[in-house]
């Protein structure tokens, strides 16, 4: 999936709008570093919070290593920062430490040419083994986590399963019986927020987990051309829409219901599940804080229930260039650790809302915490998730949550919603210049 456009929705999701200019370079306000100390820039996207996250990362680091001045420069988000990047890195101007994605899109920036290795850092070793597959190639590591993860997934109303009785469901029947159920109570049992056209795709996007676990090599034959959605196991996902519209589990106001009225229908139990992007959990601590504990999250659930995984999107990472070389490499490497130390994580855990849990185990999620990031917090604890399509594959065609708006409306069948999302597909991959298409 093409991580820039998916990270946008994963902004949206969060209440964070991508800022149109780039801000000013500033330092951390900290009076580190001073007469013969090392002084390094980090540069970051300046969309949403992530400048003031960096200035709080910095002032606890120069807390720490009163040597070392590490001073903020920043960039536009997106699309235009994606080709910032590459041009920075081709030109040798890159900052001594900067904040990218992970993945499909990491991999664009040539990282054996263009940056520092990190495999024999000390932090390496904690990394979840899904979180250093897409910060590396088959030379090493060359990226460190800096953020929590967020999943794709059902969020639901803990009450309404406490009144009637109903057990979280791990297999695709588990799931349809609970929503006749709750449909037999007269209770919406699937929000749908067609409105926010983004929010349709999250049948296809959040199944992808249970893709993988039925086909490991699913992602790298997609990107290859020898897989496609309209063949399972990933035209379930199309099929899985189709029948939650046939069935009548949608709210009536589907077709114009906002993300916020979904986040408000869920809290407040005028519907059961929301499949949506667990991000949503800081809206329910803004908008609902009194809901908060009636709300959990589970996987979509698969066909059968041994295939059942928590789609997970990653966090994105910290690289160095190859260019920051000398005592600046030291310092460069200093503050990569520590992002990822306890202190570095306590720093995360208030300087930035987590949405998901972390991607390496030194850091930790606080125990006053959301249920819902606890729910997520087995999954991963028992080995079932698997990551999102866009951290093993750069292909996403643009028109998906347009597509997901006809099947999920019963306008066009799965079948054909699928054959339509593959020629779309087909069209941004020759676009990318891959082979096989």
Known sequence: MNSTRTRRVLLAAVGVAALALPLAACSSGGDGGGEGGTEITFLVPNAGTNVESAEAMIAAFEDENPDITVKVESQPA?????????????????????????GSLFQALNPDQNLAPLSDESWVGDMQEGMAAVVSTDNGVYGAPFGA????????????????????PTSWD??????????????????????????????ILGDFGNVLAQDPEWGEEYTAGERKYVDEPASQGFLNQQV????????????????????????TGEGAHYPILTGIVSTFQQNFPDELENIGVFA??????EDTKLTVWLPNAVYIPKTT???????????VAFINSSAGCDVQNTAMVPSGPYAIDSCTLP??????????QVYFDEGNTNPALEFLSPIKGPNLE???????SGIRPAEDGAALYDEDVKKQAQQLGLDGW
């Open 78 to 102: 997106g699309t235009e920062g994606d080709n910032l990047m590459k041009t920075k890195l081709a030109t040798g101007e890159m900052s001594d430490v900067f904040w990218y994605n992970s």
């Open 149 to 168: 993860t967020q999943a794709g997934a059902v969020v639901y109303n803990k009450k309404i399963y406490a009144d009637l009785g109903l057990e979280i």
């Open 174 to 203: 588990e799931f349809a019986a609970n929503n006749e159920a709750i449909k037999a109570a007269g209770i919406a049992p699937v929000i749908q927020t067609y409105g926010d056209t983004w929010t349709s795709q999250l049948f």
């Open 244 to 267: 939650g519209f046939e069935s009548d589990w949608w709210n009536e106001d589907f077709a114009s219901a906002l993300y916020d009225d979904g986040a408000r229908m869920v809290a």
């Open 300 to 305: 979509l659930p698969a066909q059968k229930a």
């Open 325 to 335: 070389e000398g005592d600046k490499l030291e310092a460069a490497k200093k503050f």
């Open 367 to 376: 125990d006053d915490v959301p249920g819902l990031l606890k729910d997520m």
């Open 402 to 408: 347009n597509i997901t708006v006809e099947v999920g």
